[in-house]
């Protein structure tokens, strides 16, 4: 009996791998996030598809959606997080803000991004670019993490409690919605 992808018009389904650097945060910082999107969920507005706190992040760098992210990609991203020694630093997420796209997410990020982070973001994407690896996005960090996909309106206020934020390490991911995340690689701060 055929399959419905052995069927005319119907194209089977691929994995869809996205595969990215980011700052994973502690249970704590997870879970004031979470009480932070309960809140703003809570007063009704705005509408959309609220992020469950496992797939809370702060993206470093984009490397790209793939079938399957290759191996040499991969082993290149590792080699490149491996050159970056930095100190540990702490933040605030103190705004709640919003990009204007076809699905605007909805996030919590900081009004003046924190040194120690841009300096992150730059050394991880210049030691990327070394190894030959190429990221997608902007060469600017707007930090953020998504609480909120396809909202209705955008949104820009302050976080009535911001949430402190240390980070002592960052991580290489393989997320393929909606399976958990997959931490390849754990690169801590000095």
Known sequence: MPMQGDLPGFAPVRATHNLFFALSPAAATRAAIAAAADALRAEGDPRGRWLKPPRYHLTLQFLGTFE?????????????????????FDFKLDVVGSFGARSMPVWLGCQEPPPALLQLHDALGAALARLGCRTHGTSRLVPHVT???????????????????????????????PDPYRVVGRWPLA
């Open 147 to 177: 609480i909120l996909r396809d909202a209705e309106r955008a949104l820009r206020q302050p976080l009535a409690r911001p949430i402190a934020w240390h980070v002592d390490e960052f991580v290489l991911v393989d997320s393929r919605p």
């Open 68 to 88: 399957q992210p290759p191996a040499d990609l991969v082993a290149r991203a590792v080699a490149a997080a491996a050159q970056v020694s930095l100190p540990t």
